[in-house]
């Protein structure tokens, strides 16, 4: 789509395939995925401190998963030649924003003290869908990491 990426293929010292690609992942993954596992601990510590609310806690632990394997599947699609069109990704986003919002409230219905009966119930079902889309993130990860595998060069677009 534009020269600018295929010309850095062309520069000496960059080592082999595999090694550009594993550098490449490194400099797009490493600071979103540092910020997820901090998040991630600080979810952690705090289910720690207040062991009264670790199951009210664990949900939000889903939902920060749940981020990070949108990062991750987002940009293996996209360095794989495989980007999803933008209805796609919107989509994902909607489905993900929609889930962690019922993570931060179902929860609090059905384990806090609120008059609302029948909340409990719900909590499976939320379970069984961050399950069902984190399969689904793995699926498109795995598909991009294919399609980076497939590429000549991981600055070149395919053949």
Do not use: K, Y
Not at 21 to 30: D, F, I, V
Not at 111 to 133: D, I
Not at 150 to 158: K, N
């Amino acid at each position: 789509m534009n020269g600018e990426l295929p010309l850095l293929a062309l520069l000496p010292g960059l080592g082999g395939h595999a090694h550009v690609r594993w550098q490449l992942l490194r400099a797009a993954l490493g600071l979103p995925l540092l910020m997820h596992a901090l998040v991630l601990l600080l979810v952690g510590v705090a289910m720690l401190c207040w062991h009264d609310h670790a199951a009210m806690l664990s949900f939000l632990l889903l939902a920060q998963l749940g981020a990070a394997t949108i990062t991750m599947a987002a940009v293996l699609n996209l360095f794989g030649g495989r980007a999803l069109p933008i209805w796609g990704a919107g989509l994902l986003l909607t489905i993900a924003i929609a889930l962690t919002l019922l993570s931060m409230l179902l929860p609090v219905l059905a384990l806090g003290r609120h008059p609302l009966h029948g909340a409990a119930s719900t909590l499976p079902p939320l379970v069984l869908s961050w399950l069902l889309f984190g399969a689904a993130m793995v699926w498109l990860g795995r598909r991009g990491w294919r399609g980076m595998q497939r590429l000549p060069h991981p600055f070149l677009a395919q053949p």
